[in-house]
Protein backbone atom coordinates (compact mmCIF):
# COMPACT_ATOMS: atom_id res chain seq x y z
CA UNK A 1 0.00 0.00 0.00
CA UNK A 2 2.50 2.21 0.67
CA UNK A 3 4.40 1.60 -2.43
CA UNK A 4 1.10 2.61 -4.55
CA UNK A 5 0.46 5.74 -2.12
CA UNK A 6 4.54 7.00 -2.90
CA UNK A 7 3.44 6.08 -6.77
CA UNK A 8 0.08 7.83 -6.78
CA UNK A 9 1.80 10.91 -5.04
CA UNK A 10 4.76 10.73 -7.40
CA UNK A 11 2.19 10.92 -10.34
CA UNK A 12 0.19 13.45 -8.66
CA UNK A 13 2.90 15.84 -8.83
CA UNK A 14 4.40 15.06 -12.11
CA UNK A 15 0.77 15.80 -13.46
CA UNK A 16 0.87 18.92 -11.10
CA UNK A 17 4.14 19.81 -12.73
CA UNK A 18 3.38 19.40 -16.09
CA UNK A 19 -0.20 21.09 -15.80
CA UNK A 20 1.84 24.19 -14.42
CA UNK A 21 4.01 24.15 -17.66
CA UNK A 22 1.55 24.04 -19.95
CA UNK A 23 0.01 27.15 -18.22
CA UNK A 24 3.26 29.01 -19.02
CA UNK A 25 4.95 30.55 -21.31
CA UNK A 26 8.80 30.60 -20.70
CA UNK A 27 10.90 33.79 -22.35
CA UNK A 28 13.91 34.95 -21.74
CA UNK A 29 16.66 37.26 -21.96
CA UNK A 30 20.24 37.27 -22.58
CA UNK A 31 23.38 39.27 -22.33
CA UNK A 32 26.56 39.89 -20.21
CA UNK A 33 25.51 39.01 -16.81
CA UNK A 34 29.16 38.30 -15.77
CA UNK A 35 32.09 40.11 -16.87
CA UNK A 36 33.35 43.59 -17.44
CA UNK A 37 30.16 44.41 -19.59
CA UNK A 38 27.67 43.50 -16.66
CA UNK A 39 25.98 46.49 -16.02
CA UNK A 40 24.12 45.99 -18.95
CA UNK A 41 23.34 42.76 -18.16
CA UNK A 42 22.03 44.21 -15.54
CA UNK A 43 20.30 46.14 -17.05
CA UNK A 44 18.03 44.08 -19.12
CA UNK A 45 17.36 41.47 -16.48
CA UNK A 46 15.81 44.42 -14.46
CA UNK A 47 13.84 45.45 -17.20
CA UNK A 48 12.99 41.86 -18.13
CA UNK A 49 11.84 40.89 -14.60
CA UNK A 50 10.02 43.80 -14.39
CA UNK A 51 7.93 43.47 -18.13
CA UNK A 52 7.36 40.19 -16.64
CA UNK A 53 6.11 40.76 -13.41
CA UNK A 54 3.78 43.61 -14.61
CA UNK A 55 2.19 40.88 -17.53
CA UNK A 56 2.00 38.58 -15.39
CA UNK A 57 0.10 41.01 -12.78
CA UNK A 58 -2.48 41.94 -15.99
CA UNK A 59 -3.23 38.10 -16.66
CA UNK A 60 0.02 36.92 -18.68
CA UNK A 61 -0.30 36.32 -22.36
CA UNK A 62 -2.66 34.36 -23.99
CA UNK A 63 -3.91 33.73 -20.48
CA UNK A 64 -0.93 31.79 -19.50
CA UNK A 65 2.02 33.26 -16.60
CA UNK A 66 5.36 34.20 -18.40
CA UNK A 67 8.57 32.19 -16.73
CA UNK A 68 11.43 33.98 -17.04
CA UNK A 69 14.61 32.30 -17.85
CA UNK A 70 17.83 34.29 -17.98
CA UNK A 71 21.22 33.73 -20.16
CA UNK A 72 24.59 34.62 -19.79
CA UNK A 73 26.92 35.06 -22.71
CA UNK A 74 29.63 37.12 -20.93
CA UNK A 75 29.56 39.10 -24.39
CA UNK A 76 31.10 36.25 -26.10
CA UNK A 77 30.24 34.87 -29.94
CA UNK A 78 30.63 30.97 -28.31
CA UNK A 79 28.68 31.18 -25.52
CA UNK A 80 26.55 33.15 -26.93
CA UNK A 81 25.81 30.44 -29.21
CA UNK A 82 25.81 27.48 -26.43
CA UNK A 83 23.56 29.82 -24.78
CA UNK A 84 21.18 30.15 -27.63
CA UNK A 85 20.87 26.13 -27.75
CA UNK A 86 20.09 26.42 -24.02
CA UNK A 87 17.30 28.36 -24.53
CA UNK A 88 16.26 27.01 -27.42
CA UNK A 89 16.06 23.64 -25.48
CA UNK A 90 14.35 25.21 -22.51
CA UNK A 91 11.42 26.06 -25.31
CA UNK A 92 11.60 30.21 -25.12
CA UNK A 93 9.23 31.75 -27.48
CA UNK A 94 11.13 35.16 -26.97
CA UNK A 95 14.25 35.80 -25.92
CA UNK A 96 15.43 39.57 -25.60
CA UNK A 97 19.00 39.84 -26.32
CA UNK A 98 21.80 39.29 -26.97
CA UNK A 99 23.09 42.77 -25.58
CA UNK A 100 26.59 42.46 -27.72
CA UNK A 101 26.42 42.31 -31.85
CA UNK A 102 29.19 39.93 -31.82
CA UNK A 103 27.00 37.57 -29.78
CA UNK A 104 23.79 38.66 -31.42
CA UNK A 105 24.45 37.70 -34.96
CA UNK A 106 25.80 34.10 -34.30
CA UNK A 107 22.89 33.36 -31.90
CA UNK A 108 20.56 34.35 -34.69
CA UNK A 109 21.37 31.00 -36.64
CA UNK A 110 20.18 29.43 -33.47
CA UNK A 111 17.08 30.76 -33.00
CA UNK A 112 15.71 31.15 -36.46
CA UNK A 113 16.46 27.61 -36.64
CA UNK A 114 14.63 26.46 -33.62
CA UNK A 115 11.72 28.71 -33.86
CA UNK A 116 12.46 31.37 -31.34
CA UNK A 117 11.83 34.98 -31.93
CA UNK A 118 15.00 37.26 -31.26
CA UNK A 119 14.88 40.61 -30.53
CA UNK A 120 17.50 42.79 -29.49
CA UNK A 121 17.54 45.53 -26.80
CA UNK A 122 20.64 46.89 -27.51
CA UNK A 123 22.68 45.35 -30.65
CA UNK A 124 23.17 48.21 -33.21
CA UNK A 125 25.70 46.40 -35.73
CA UNK A 126 23.63 46.48 -39.33
CA UNK A 127 24.64 43.22 -40.05
CA UNK A 128 22.31 41.94 -37.20
CA UNK A 129 19.55 42.77 -39.45
CA UNK A 130 21.23 43.34 -43.19
CA UNK A 131 21.60 39.70 -42.92
CA UNK A 132 19.61 38.52 -40.95
CA UNK A 133 19.53 34.75 -41.37
CA UNK A 134 15.91 34.43 -42.31
CA UNK A 135 14.77 37.62 -44.07
CA UNK A 136 11.32 37.26 -44.11
CA UNK A 137 11.56 37.59 -40.13
CA UNK A 138 12.20 36.33 -36.87
CA UNK A 139 15.09 38.45 -36.23
CA UNK A 140 14.17 42.35 -34.58
CA UNK A 141 16.12 45.28 -32.53
CA UNK A 142 13.99 48.21 -30.28
CA UNK A 143 17.54 50.41 -31.09
CA UNK A 144 19.11 51.98 -33.88
CA UNK A 145 21.52 51.12 -35.57
CA UNK A 146 25.94 52.00 -36.12
CA UNK A 147 25.38 53.48 -39.75
CA UNK A 148 22.62 55.73 -38.42
CA UNK A 149 24.48 56.36 -35.04
CA UNK A 150 27.40 57.07 -36.67
CA UNK A 151 26.02 59.13 -39.06
CA UNK A 152 24.87 61.86 -36.62
CA UNK A 153 28.49 61.46 -34.80
CA UNK A 154 30.09 61.49 -38.12
CA UNK A 155 28.28 65.06 -38.77
CA UNK A 156 28.60 66.46 -35.70
CA UNK A 157 32.62 66.10 -35.16
CA UNK A 158 32.96 67.32 -39.07
CA UNK A 159 30.68 70.55 -38.60
CA UNK A 160 30.85 70.84 -34.49
CA UNK A 161 34.57 70.39 -33.90
CA UNK A 162 35.78 71.71 -37.35
CA UNK A 163 39.33 72.49 -37.18
CA UNK A 164 40.28 70.12 -34.00
CA UNK A 165 42.40 67.30 -34.89
CA UNK A 166 40.60 64.20 -34.09
CA UNK A 167 41.47 60.91 -34.06
CA UNK A 168 39.45 57.43 -34.08
CA UNK A 169 39.91 54.10 -32.20
CA UNK A 170 38.65 50.82 -31.89
CA UNK A 171 38.20 47.73 -30.16
CA UNK A 172 37.66 45.28 -32.85
CA UNK A 173 35.00 43.81 -31.70
CA UNK A 174 31.39 43.78 -33.72
CA UNK A 175 30.39 46.53 -32.17
CA UNK A 176 33.14 48.70 -31.55
CA UNK A 177 35.02 48.78 -34.76
CA UNK A 178 31.69 48.66 -37.07
CA UNK A 179 30.44 51.87 -35.15
CA UNK A 180 33.92 53.48 -35.76
CA UNK A 181 33.86 52.74 -39.02
CA UNK A 182 30.52 54.00 -39.86
CA UNK A 183 31.38 57.37 -37.62
CA UNK A 184 34.75 58.00 -39.49
CA UNK A 185 32.90 57.39 -42.96
CA UNK A 186 30.37 60.04 -42.11
CA UNK A 187 33.39 62.65 -40.76
CA UNK A 188 35.15 62.08 -43.91
CA UNK A 189 32.06 62.50 -46.08
CA UNK A 190 31.52 65.82 -44.61
CA UNK A 191 34.92 67.23 -44.96
CA UNK A 192 37.20 65.91 -41.87
CA UNK A 193 40.86 64.14 -42.35
CA UNK A 194 41.13 61.97 -39.15
CA UNK A 195 44.57 62.22 -38.04
CA UNK A 196 44.65 58.52 -36.95
CA UNK A 197 43.08 55.30 -36.56
CA UNK A 198 44.00 52.76 -34.21
CA UNK A 199 42.46 49.26 -32.55
CA UNK A 200 43.36 48.74 -29.05
CA UNK A 201 42.59 45.34 -27.29
CA UNK A 202 39.39 44.95 -25.05
CA UNK A 203 40.40 43.84 -21.51
CA UNK A 204 43.44 45.59 -20.95
CA UNK A 205 44.31 47.33 -17.78
CA UNK A 206 46.91 50.18 -19.70
CA UNK A 207 46.49 52.16 -22.51
CA UNK A 208 49.62 54.43 -21.82
CA UNK A 209 51.11 53.57 -25.17
CA UNK A 210 47.99 54.27 -27.32
CA UNK A 211 47.63 57.39 -25.07
CA UNK A 212 51.74 58.31 -25.69
CA UNK A 213 51.12 58.19 -29.36
CA UNK A 214 47.58 60.43 -29.25
CA UNK A 215 49.62 63.04 -27.15
CA UNK A 216 52.32 63.18 -29.84
CA UNK A 217 49.84 63.43 -32.43
CA UNK A 218 48.20 66.34 -30.74
CA UNK A 219 45.00 64.47 -30.41
CA UNK A 220 42.31 66.94 -29.05
CA UNK A 221 39.37 64.69 -29.74
CA UNK A 222 39.36 61.06 -29.22
CA UNK A 223 36.38 58.96 -30.83
CA UNK A 224 36.37 55.76 -29.37
CA UNK A 225 34.77 52.56 -30.80
CA UNK A 226 33.98 50.32 -27.97
CA UNK A 227 32.91 50.01 -24.55
CA UNK A 228 32.42 52.17 -21.37
CA UNK A 229 35.18 50.03 -19.29
CA UNK A 230 37.88 50.63 -21.28
CA UNK A 231 37.03 54.58 -22.55
CA UNK A 232 37.13 55.12 -19.04
CA UNK A 233 40.06 53.91 -18.51
CA UNK A 234 41.62 55.67 -21.88
CA UNK A 235 40.20 59.03 -20.90
CA UNK A 236 41.88 58.88 -16.93
CA UNK A 237 44.87 57.80 -18.31
CA UNK A 238 44.89 60.89 -21.15
CA UNK A 239 44.80 63.06 -17.61
CA UNK A 240 47.40 61.24 -16.16
CA UNK A 241 49.24 63.08 -19.00
CA UNK A 242 48.35 66.64 -18.84
CA UNK A 243 45.51 65.58 -21.96
CA UNK A 244 42.61 67.80 -21.87
CA UNK A 245 41.30 65.60 -24.89
CA UNK A 246 37.93 65.01 -25.29
CA UNK A 247 36.48 61.93 -25.43
CA UNK A 248 33.39 60.66 -27.68
CA UNK A 249 31.97 57.82 -28.22
CA UNK A 250 28.66 56.20 -28.40
CA UNK A 251 26.28 54.03 -26.85
CA UNK A 252 27.84 51.81 -24.87
CA UNK A 253 28.63 54.78 -22.31
CA UNK A 254 25.07 54.50 -20.87
CA UNK A 255 25.89 53.11 -17.60
CA UNK A 256 26.26 55.14 -14.06
CA UNK A 257 29.66 52.62 -14.24
CA UNK A 258 31.14 54.85 -16.74
CA UNK A 259 31.56 57.38 -14.36
CA UNK A 260 32.73 55.38 -11.34
CA UNK A 261 35.87 54.27 -13.70
CA UNK A 262 36.87 57.98 -14.62
CA UNK A 263 35.63 59.86 -11.63
CA UNK A 264 36.28 63.60 -12.17
CA UNK A 265 37.98 63.05 -15.51
CA UNK A 266 34.89 62.13 -17.08
CA UNK A 267 33.71 65.60 -17.15
CA UNK A 268 32.57 66.79 -20.35
CA UNK A 269 32.66 63.27 -22.53
CA UNK A 270 30.24 62.92 -25.30
CA UNK A 271 28.19 60.54 -26.46
CA UNK A 272 25.22 59.30 -28.53
CA UNK A 273 22.39 57.58 -27.61
CA UNK A 274 18.52 57.57 -28.30
CA UNK A 275 16.08 59.97 -26.60
CA UNK A 276 16.07 58.81 -23.26
CA UNK A 277 12.84 56.98 -22.70
CA UNK A 278 13.21 57.82 -18.69
CA UNK A 279 11.84 61.49 -20.18
CA UNK A 280 8.96 60.11 -21.84
CA UNK A 281 5.91 61.15 -20.28
CA UNK A 282 4.68 57.48 -20.86
CA UNK A 283 7.52 56.34 -19.12
CA UNK A 284 6.93 58.12 -15.99
CA UNK A 285 4.75 55.55 -13.59
CA UNK A 286 7.10 52.76 -14.58
CA UNK A 287 10.07 54.88 -14.33
CA UNK A 288 8.72 55.64 -10.51
CA UNK A 289 8.19 51.64 -10.00
CA UNK A 290 12.13 51.17 -10.99
CA UNK A 291 13.20 53.68 -9.09
CA UNK A 292 11.32 52.65 -5.68
CA UNK A 293 12.91 49.16 -6.04
CA UNK A 294 16.79 51.17 -5.84
CA UNK A 295 16.76 50.57 -9.36
CA UNK A 296 17.85 53.47 -12.09
CA UNK A 297 16.14 52.38 -15.44
CA UNK A 298 19.35 53.72 -17.43
CA UNK A 299 20.51 52.53 -20.58
CA UNK A 300 18.78 49.68 -21.86
CA UNK A 301 16.84 48.99 -19.00
CA UNK A 302 13.54 50.08 -20.36
CA UNK A 303 14.61 48.84 -24.01
CA UNK A 304 14.44 45.11 -22.96
CA UNK A 305 11.27 45.73 -21.27
CA UNK A 306 9.92 47.34 -24.62
CA UNK A 307 11.04 44.16 -26.60
CA UNK A 308 8.95 41.85 -24.27
CA UNK A 309 6.22 44.42 -24.16
CA UNK A 310 6.05 43.86 -28.43
CA UNK A 311 6.63 40.16 -28.36
CA UNK A 312 3.38 39.70 -25.80
CA UNK A 313 1.37 42.05 -27.67
CA UNK A 314 2.06 40.22 -30.75
CA UNK A 315 1.36 36.73 -29.73
CA UNK A 316 -2.13 38.61 -28.64
CA UNK A 317 -3.07 39.83 -31.78
CA UNK A 318 -1.82 36.21 -33.55
CA UNK A 319 -4.17 34.50 -30.87
CA UNK A 320 -0.71 32.38 -30.25
CA UNK A 321 2.70 32.43 -29.02
CA UNK A 322 3.66 30.19 -32.13
CA UNK A 323 6.59 30.92 -33.99
CA UNK A 324 5.06 31.61 -37.46
CA UNK A 325 2.57 33.54 -36.10
CA UNK A 326 4.26 35.74 -34.12
CA UNK A 327 6.84 36.80 -36.57
CA UNK A 328 4.01 37.56 -39.18
CA UNK A 329 2.22 39.86 -36.38
CA UNK A 330 5.76 41.93 -35.30
CA UNK A 331 6.00 42.57 -39.37
CA UNK A 332 2.85 43.87 -40.12
CA UNK A 333 1.67 45.12 -35.93
CA UNK A 334 2.10 48.44 -34.41
CA UNK A 335 2.67 48.10 -30.38
CA UNK A 336 2.41 50.49 -27.79
CA UNK A 337 5.78 50.21 -25.58
CA UNK A 338 7.01 51.92 -23.35
CA UNK A 339 9.31 53.79 -25.57
CA UNK A 340 6.53 54.86 -27.90
CA UNK A 341 4.84 53.21 -30.61
CA UNK A 342 6.84 51.10 -32.34
CA UNK A 343 7.02 49.00 -36.17
CA UNK A 344 9.80 47.24 -37.53
CA UNK A 345 11.15 47.65 -41.21
CA UNK A 346 11.11 44.64 -43.67
CA UNK A 347 14.96 44.36 -42.47
CA UNK A 348 13.61 44.11 -38.54
CA UNK A 349 14.39 47.57 -37.62
CA UNK A 350 12.31 49.41 -35.23
CA UNK A 351 10.95 52.87 -36.99
CA UNK A 352 11.49 54.89 -33.26
CA UNK A 353 13.56 58.19 -33.68
CA UNK A 354 17.79 57.84 -34.30
CA UNK A 355 20.15 59.44 -31.97
CA UNK A 356 20.97 62.93 -29.82
CA UNK A 357 24.26 63.45 -28.16
CA UNK A 358 24.68 63.36 -24.15
CA UNK A 359 27.41 65.15 -22.09
CA UNK A 360 28.37 63.65 -18.94
CA UNK A 361 28.69 66.06 -16.34
CA UNK A 362 28.92 65.54 -12.42
CA UNK A 363 28.52 61.95 -12.58
CA UNK A 364 25.70 62.08 -14.93
CA UNK A 365 24.63 61.97 -18.38
CA UNK A 366 22.13 64.66 -20.05
CA UNK A 367 21.28 65.75 -23.41
CA UNK A 368 23.91 67.95 -24.97
CA UNK A 369 22.69 71.62 -23.86
CA UNK A 370 22.75 73.46 -27.50
Same mark, same amino acid.
Given at each position: ??? *?????????????????????????????????????????????????????????????????????????????????????????????? *??????????????????????????????FTDERPNPKGGTYRVCGRDDQQGGVAGKFLATQMK??????? *? #?????????? #??????????????????????????????????????????????? *???????????????????????????????????????????????????????? =????????????????????????????????? =? =??????????? =??????????????????????SLPGYVFYEWKNGKYDYLAK
Open positions: MKR *HLISGVLAATLMGASALAQAQITIATAGPMTGQYASFGAQMKAGAEQAVADLNAAGGVLGKQLKLVIGDDACDPKQAVAVANQLASQGAALVAG *HFCSGSSIPASSVYVEEGVVQISPASTNPKGKKVAFV *H #DKSAYGKGLA #DATMAAYEAAGGKPVMYEAYTAGEKDYTALVSKLKQAGVEILYVGGY *HTEAGLMVRQMRDQGMKTTLVSGDALVTDEYWSITGDAGQGTLMTFSPDPRKLPGA =ANLVKTFRAKGIEPEGYVLYTYAAIQAWAQAAK =A =AGSADYAKVVN =ALNTGKFQTVLGELSFDAKGDV
